[in-house]
């Protein structure tokens, strides 16, 4: 789905991310890749093929737009080095013409030498293009004259059926203040919104992006 945003054109799509034509930028947001590894380790029964779940799907999109920059805001590591991360580390070697921007969230706590060996270039508390500030946690957001994209919630929204079915979504908010951006990684809570007459969301259905 396509919207425009304080001016610009951004494409919303399907696999949770979002991306910006006129810079040439993907940006995805809670990748949590490692956490499946870190239940795992503490003996918690989760499948191993979360992670190379999340990677394909990542593969799709980047082959999909052809970015030059790949932007994960926020929460790009769940925790410490495991066979997840490990896993990533050789998978980024078939992207090595795109650049990859980390903006640190309240997981991202590797070493800045573990993040150098994979090529991924931190920023932090954000990283700024055209109208808008991308950081983990809007509100502390300083720049004011921009418009904040972050992550951090995991935003989901409840739909109610003719049959008073409830289902729950994924989704994409852009409110007054700040927008926030669904998490990635399939293996996330997601925490319930409810917008405002002057709010909007965007539902993340199996078939497509839907404005509710």
Same mark, same amino acid.
């Given at each position: 789905?396509?919207?425009?945003?304080?001016?610009?054109?951004?494409?919303? *799509?399907?696999?949770?991310?979002?991306?910006?034509?006129?810079?040439?930028?993907?940006?995805? &947001?809670?990748?949590?890749?490692?956490?499946? $590894?870190? %239940?795992?380790?503490?003996?918690?029964?989760?499948? $191993?093929?979360? $992670?190379?779940?999340? !990677? &394909?799907?990542?593969?799709?999109?980047?082959?999909?737009?052809?970015?030059?920059? !790949?932007?994960?805001?926020? *929460?790009?590591?769940?925790?410490?080095?495991?066979?997840?991360?490990?896993? %990533?580390?050789?998978?980024?070697?078939?992207?090595?013409?795109?650049?990859?921007?980390?903006?640190?969230?309240?997981?991202?706590?590797? $070493?800045?030498? *573990?993040?150098? &060996?994979?090529?991924?270039?931190?920023?932090?508390?954000?990283?700024?293009?055209?109208?808008? =500030? /991308?950081?983990? *946690?809007? #509100?502390? =957001?300083?720049?004011?004259?921009?418009?904040?994209?972050?992550?951090?919630?995991? #935003?989901?929204?409840?739909?109610?059926?003719?049959?008073?079915?409830?289902?729950? %979504?994924?989704?994409?908010? /852009?409110?007054?203040?700040?927008?926030?951006?669904?998490?990635?990684?399939? %293996?996330?809570?997601?925490?319930?919104?409810?917008?405002?007459?002057?709010?909007?969301?965007?539902?993340?259905?199996?078939?497509?992006?839907?404005?509710?």
């Amino acid at each position: 789905m396509t919207i425009n945003s304080h001016g610009e054109e951004l494409i919303l *799509d399907q696999e949770r991310a979002i991306y910006l034509p006129k810079n040439k930028l993907l940006a995805i &947001s809670d990748l949590h890749l490692g956490k499946s $590894a870190h %239940f795992r380790q503490a003996g918690v029964p989760v499948p $191993a093929t979360v $992670a190379q779940q999340d !990677l &394909s799907r990542l593969d799709a999109i980047l082959q999909k737009y052809k970015p030059n920059t !790949l932007l994960i805001n926020g *929460d790009m590591f769940h925790h410490g080095l495991n066979t997840d991360i490990d896993e %990533f580390h050789q998978w980024r070697r078939k992207y090595q013409q795109t650049n990859f921007l980390l903006v640190k969230g309240n997981h991202d706590r590797l $070493a800045n030498a *573990d993040y150098a &060996s994979m090529d991924i270039e931190i920023h932090e508390p954000s990283f700024c293009v055209g109208p808008f =500030c /991308f950081i983990h *946690d809007a #509100p502390k =957001c300083t720049e004011e004259e921009l418009y904040p994209i972050s992550g951090h919630i995991h #935003p989901g929204v409840t739909i109610v059926g003719r049959a008073k079915q409830r289902l729950k %979504f994924p989704c994409f908010y /852009f409110g007054k203040d700040y927008a926030v951006m669904p998490a990635f990684s399939v %293996f996330t809570g997601l925490y319930n919104i409810k917008p405002k007459k002057e709010e909007q969301a965007y539902a993340v259905t199996k078939e497509s992006v839907v404005k509710i």
